[in-house]
């Protein structure tokens, strides 16, 4: 089993290095509208918002993760411009009490049902680790450095993978699909296709999964994929 708290000081410690090593971020990223600049900012707020669930879990604090959808997109907007040394820093800053809170969480956590905003989506304690992870790699590499999906260990991209494949499950339009990795992974989606598989690398795929990027894969005709849960 995947070891998420040491994956994620891991993946932490190498966006922060490679970052730290970026010479412009003010250029765009791969997240549309927004820079390497705002990739970051929203990295350091993610992690104080992850640190307020923690606090609702263990403590009982009753905290959301943001305040509202528009207070967490100007809270990372103020955070924009500021010189480079400090952003890096506010990401590496913001990850330590996150990695220390992470780990007040046990069994007795996992199924405590915790609000991304008043009255908004849901999901539940044990999701915590998984959802940094996923926030910390997935806008590493869209920071479009020298990190991509093809650099993951080989059972985050299994991880991931099946993560895109359960958000695809169950919502309206999702394709039926088989898919084959060049690793010699099968996966399905709804009834599955066996007859025209979607074929690929493990990161080729988990990067058409998750970013709707279609040059790692092959497909005789690639079905379109929902925006997932």
């Not at 405590?112 to 905003?117: G, S």
Request: with cysteine; aromatic share 4%; glycine share 10%.
């Amino acid at each position: 089993m995947t070891d998420l708290l040491a994956a994620i000081d891991t993946h932490t410690a190498r966006l922060v290095s490679e970052a730290r090593a970026c010479d412009d971020l003010a250029a765009p990223s791969l997240c549309e509208g927004w820079s390497r600049d705002h990739v970051l900012n929203h990295l350091a707020r993610n992690a104080e918002a992850l640190c307020r669930l923690v606090r609702s879990a263990v403590d009982g604090t009753g905290e959301t993760m943001y305040a509202s959808p528009e207070r967490r997109d100007s809270d990372i907007d103020d955070g924009v411009g500021r010189p480079a040394d400090v952003v890096v820093s506010d990401v590496e800053d913001t990850a330590v009490p996150l990695a220390e809170d992470l780990r007040r969480l046990g069994p007795e956590h996992r199924d405590l049902v915790l609000e991304r905003t008043p009255g908004g989506p849901t999901f539940k304690g044990g999701m915590l680790p998984f959802m940094r992870l996923r926030e910390v790699v997935y806008h590493h590499v869209d920071l479009d450095l020298d990190f991509g999906f093809d650099d993951l260990a080989g059972d985050l991209q299994v991880l991931f993978i099946e993560n895109e494949l359960k958000r695809q499950q169950g919502v309206a339009g999702a394709p039926s699909l088989t898919l084959r990795s060049d690793e010699g992974d099968v996966w399905t989606l709804g009834d599955g296709n066996d007859e025209a598989p979607v074929t690929g690398s493990r990161g080729g795929i988990l990067r058409w999964l998750a970013r709707q990027d279609p040059s790692g894969v092959r497909a005789e005709t690639l079905p379109e994929l929902t925006t997932g849960l």
